[in-house]
Structures are given as structure tokens and as C-alpha cells.
Nanobody, 123 residues
Framework: QVQLVESGGGLVQPGGSLRLSCAAS????????MGWYRQAPGKQRELVAS???????NYTDSVKGRFTISRDNAKNTVYLQMNSLKPEDSAVYYC?????????????????WGQGTLVTVSS
């Protein structure tokens, strides 16, 4: 069974930095795209950043120049370096992965979410 385990959230002051990590495990054959989404109270979940297996990246406008997404394909791990954090960045951050799993030679689509990690930016 595929698991995405996130870590790195917490409380930080405005202007501070945090680094989120998400490690995928369990029957993974390949991961095409890994991404970070966030959901603030009363708001819809939104894409923050994504990265393909070829390391092409995409960012939502509000985090461009402040956040950097990266991945280690060998470890099936994605990172989100968040700098110059603002109170409006406060949310639960979720990791997502899509690709393929394999089980006894049978391939299936991978579309998995992590459990979420809370980021709070406040003085």
C-alpha cells in the first residue's frame, strides 16, 4: 500500500523559513509528478508547486520567488523550501504523487495524498 509521509511543518514568524519533506513508499514503480497543495480554513485546496520526474517545475503566482520545490527520484521524496513566509501562507500542506504502482507484475495508477502537515506563520 502506498504511503506519503510528510514532515517539516510548524510555527514560524513572518519572514522565516521552513522546509517540508514528503517520502513516498510501498509498491511504487514510478512517480511522474509530485506536488504540494495547501488548504487554509474556509478555502479550497490549491496547488502550491509541482515537479515532474524530469524536474520541470510549476508554481502558483503567490509563492514564486519565495518557494522552491525539488525532488530526489531515487528516494521518491519531494521537498518544498519555503522562504520569506507570510501569514497568508498558513495552511495545511498536502503532498501528492501520481504515477504507477506494481504488485505481482500488475501495474496500477498511482494517485496518492499525504496526511497533511500544518504550517502556521505568525508573530
Amino acid at each position: 500500500q502506498v504511503q506519503l509521509v510528510e514532515s517539516g511543518g510548524g510555527l514560524v514568524q513572518p519572514g522565516g523559513s521552513l522546509r517540508l519533506s514528503c517520502a513516498a513508499s510501498g509498491g511504487i514503480f514510478s512517480i511522474y509528478t509530485m506536488g504540494w497543495y495547501r488548504q487554509a480554513p474556509g478555502k479550497q485546496r490549491e496547488l502550491v508547486a509541482s515537479i515532474t520526474v524530469g524536474r520541470s517545475t510549476n508554481y502558483t503566482d503567490s509563492v514564486k520567488g519565495r518557494f522552491t520545490i525539488s525532488r530526489d527520484n531515487a528516494k521518491n521524496t519531494v521537498y518544498l523550501q519555503m522562504n520569506s513566509l507570510k501569514p497568508e501562507d498558513s495552511a495545511v500542506y498536502y503532498c501528492h504523487a501520481d504515477g504507477l504502482t506494481v504488485d505481482n507484475g500488475v501495474y496500477n495508477q498511482l494517485d496518492a495524498w499525504g496526511q497533511g502537515t500544518l504550517v502556521t506563520v505568525s508573530s
